[in-house]
């Protein structure tokens, strides 16, 4: 059920869920990451009752078709399944999925304005990131993943309106880079909308260029790297996932 390369794959999607905890993604035991499963059977979820810090192996995973039948693995299903299965049937080219309720990020779904090219963080997304209306409930049917999987389109995530994130990319780096640099994009304009100034973006063809440039695989894998490797440092001092991403001095 499980070879040595899915196994792999899982135990990356672990550390996946570790360093979204560790950028501002936990809330107590929900929110979820996902991976198509390799041998088209449907999707590997984050299980359910256990926080993203919480996750550690390929154990902490559990297989589901794409009707939401599990299929192996043990441990609770979330009730918003469908967000992941119908991503991944109207995106072929995505991989991994997360669904989030960071801070800044889920501020932002409820402020019902556009993200603003303040910095590189929403060039990543060409400042357009659309916001989901349908509900502020948990998506926990079929029609409800399709109606959020339309307005995702063919973005890299979408904004709950009153709940959340969803993010998503073509590999588990790529998913969970969006996620983190979606939150720093939010407290940015959050916190320079505070002063109450005017805010100068950067210009629309430079949000493109940006885009192109800062979205490449390889360059969102060695971010994600970057990232496990600080996770790497601070829980092999004993510190754990939640301690924020910041070393001691």
Known sequence: MIDDKLAKDLDELAVGCRVLQAHGHGDKTVGHLSLRDPHARGFWLKRAQAGLDEIMSPADFVLLDFNGNRLHGKGGIHFEWPIHSEIYNSRPEINSVGHTHPFYASLFAALDVPLKAIAHEACYFESD???????????D???LGRDLAAVLGRHHAVFMQNHGI??????????VMFGIILEKACKQ????ASYGAPMVETPREEVVDKARSLTRPALLKDFFDYYCRQLATIEKLGFPAWFGGELPG
């Open 141 to 143: 049917s079929p029609q």
């Open 166 to 175: 969803t993010f998503c990319g073509a590999s588990t780096a790529a998913a």
């Open 189 to 192: 304009q959050i916190t320079l």
């Open 129 to 139: 990131v659309p916001l989901y209306r349908g509900t502020t409930k948990i998506l």
